[in-house]
């Protein structure tokens, strides 16, 4: 991971090159081919398909688990199946009381590792367990308590082998599926310089980062299944739940359009049923924004990647429909008008950024994060409206290779609960934290008012080295236009 300094001047032109989206491909609904994909099905004794025709494999007696480690595991079936729950993987699991270790042979490149859990009882209440993958620990103290769950994460594999220990960490453990998916090189972590939120900072990843998918929205559309994804099985949910205070807005669900990937944007970055269903403010809206909530595992990086596509068709030209982007009441500065960056209508893009969901006070835990679309008055638009399509959040692993965050919420100090609303979340760029510490202190008092409770926030993640980057002074940080959104 490297920050390094945006060019001031140039914050409103950093996707340049969504400008290069001359040639334009127009095959249907190609699928991208994985080299590998592997899906396990654990416990269960035979090979089966699913009825959305992927095959699961068995792993009883399979070369996945070492013959060194006998009986650290046995087969189980679960204890209550309600009839929502998809059989296969979860009828099934493997459960284990001491570390239980599985082996894949697969070919380096990144890829998708998907676990699925089933948290019925199998071996009585109380299992915890911590998943790790070569040095990255995915998972720690994990107890599932929702119906079943799938995490999904996106890791670079160096070696022909993928090596994933289970350990527990009370009680036992279980798992009842795991999928390995390879997926396009640059889907996600690519040689690009992205935007910090509200920061004059750049980011720019290094090849070791693992992430974890911690939302994937069909923004305004239906639910998008595995299978209809763009051959790489990646779930796509309704937004519906996570609309802020009821501004619903409009959605449109265009099935006429013809959605052409410019060769900035793979066919495989989205599916067109995702950009063919949007999410807008309405043209002739009563509300100001659209606007979502999501809980959040403070103390990590995130990355945002937005999805957008015009499929109105008395959108045509640029400022038609100009808007900000504000992520954790910081707006990026940036002003997306989807014709101009994209190049026309029913053709797709998508602007990633980076931020950093910090903690209140020593409060460690869970907090919801808003983000946010509103139109951009200055730029005089014909439209007050606004657009999104998709959106993705990934957490970012930390320094040491840690992706884990608290699995229930841990109490809040008492004293938090006095000068905050509850519903509160900051975001603070990596500038200001890979600054020294007199300007992350300044900076972070003038922000939250609570510089006494500052260190505790970055300790345990963020461990830069200062000569890997640039100090930052308090006067370039609060000059930055952006911070005008923070509340003082
Ligand atoms: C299940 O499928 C895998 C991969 O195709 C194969 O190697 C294995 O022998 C099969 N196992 C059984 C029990 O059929
Ligand atoms: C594993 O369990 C089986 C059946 O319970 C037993 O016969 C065998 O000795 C055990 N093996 C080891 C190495 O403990
Ligand atoms: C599992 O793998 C880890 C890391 O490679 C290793 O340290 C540990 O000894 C293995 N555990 C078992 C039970 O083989
Ligand atoms: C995976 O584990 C095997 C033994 O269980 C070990 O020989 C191999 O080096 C490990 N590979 C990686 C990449 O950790
Ligand atoms: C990451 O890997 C790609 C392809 O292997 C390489 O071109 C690039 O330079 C690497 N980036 C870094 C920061 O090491
Ligand atoms: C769009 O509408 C079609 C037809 O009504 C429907 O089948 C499809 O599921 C919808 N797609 C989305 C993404 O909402
Ligand atoms: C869009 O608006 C900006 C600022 O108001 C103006 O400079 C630009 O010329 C306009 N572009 C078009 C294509 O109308
Ligand atoms: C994630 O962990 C790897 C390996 O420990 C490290 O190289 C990388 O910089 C970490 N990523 C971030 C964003 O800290
Ligand atoms: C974000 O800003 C709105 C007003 O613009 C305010 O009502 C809300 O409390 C702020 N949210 C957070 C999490 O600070």
């Known amino acids: 991971m490297k920050i390094t300094q945006r060019n001031p001047l140039g914050t409103t032109h950093f996707f340049l090159f969504f400008l290069i989206h001359f040639t334009i491909s127009t095959s249907a609904d190609p699928l991208y081919i994985p080299s590998d994909n592997i899906l396990i099905n654990c416990g269960f004794p035979s090979n089966t398909t699913a009825p959305n025709g992927r095959n699961w494999i068995t792993d009883v007696d399979s070369n996945f688990i070492s013959s060194l480690q006998p009986n650290t595991s046995i087969a189980s079936q679960a204890s209550k199946q309600s009839i ?23 070919s380096p490149g990144p890829k998708f590792i998907r676990f699925y859990f089933n948290p019925a009882s199998y071996s009585g209440p109380g299992a915890g367990f911590s998943v790790s993958a070569g040095q990255f620990t995915l998972l720690g103290n994990f107890s ?15 070696d022909y082998k993928l090596n994933i220990s289970f350990t527990p960490s009370q009680g036992y453990g279980f ?76 959605t449109s669900n265009n099935t006429e359009v013809d959605i052409q ?80 960056w994209s190049g026309g209508n029913g053709v797709p893009m998508y602007v990633d950024y980076v931020g950093m969901v910090v903690a209140e006070g020593s409060y460690r835990g869970k907090q919801d994060l808003w983000i946010s679309l509103y139109p951009c008055i200055e730029e005089k638009p014909e439209y007050n409206d606004a657009i999104l399509n998709g959106l993705e959040i990934f957490k970012l692993n930390c320094t040491d290779g840690n992706l884990a965050g608290t699995n229930s919420p841990s109490t809040k100090p008492a004293w938090a609960h006095s000068g905050f609303p509850s519903r509160r979340l900051i975001l603070v760029a990596g500038g200001a934290m890979a600054g020294g510490t007199v300007a992350i ?11 006494r409770s500052m260190k505790v926030m970055y300790e345990k993640c963020i461990s830069l080295s200062a000569n890997r980057s640039r100090y930052f002074s308090l006067a370039e940080i609060t000059t930055s236009k952006q911070y005008e959104q923070v509340e003082l």
């Open 84 to 106: 929502s729950i998809p059989q296969i993987p979860y009828t099934t699991a493997r459960i284990f009381y001491s570390q239980l270790n599985y082996s894949f042979p697969i």
């Open 144 to 158: 599932p308590s929702e119906d079943y769950v799938i995490k999904e994460f996106c890791i670079n594999i160096e």
């Open 175 to 250: 798992v009842n599926g795991i999928e390995i998916v390879s997926m396009p090189l640059n889907l996600y972590i690519r040689n690009e310089l992205l935007p910090f939120v509200g920061q004059l900072n750049w980011f720019e990843f290094d090849n070791y980062t693992a992430l974890e998918t911690v939302y994937r929205l069909n923004v305004g559309g239906n639910e998008i299944p595995p299978e209809k994804d763009t051959g790489i099985f990646r779930s796509w949910s309704e937004d519906h739940d996570y609309i802020l205070d009821g501004e619903y807005g409009a």
């Open 261 to 340: 990937y410019p060769s900035t944007v793979p066919f495989y970055t989205a599916p067109e049923n995702l950009y063919r269903s949007a999410r807008f403010m309405g043209l002739d809206s009563k509300i100001k924004q659209l606007a979502w909530s999501f809980s959040m595992d403070t103390g990590f990086f995130y990355l945002f990647r937005f999805h957008f596509c015009e499929i109105l068709h008395q959108i045509t030209k640029p400022n038609q429909t100009v808007f900000y982007i504000s992520i954790g009441n910081m707006t990026s500065g940036d002003r997306m008008d989807v014709i101009k």
């Open 441 to 451: 202190c300044l900076v972070c008092f003038l922000i939250y008012r609570y510089r």
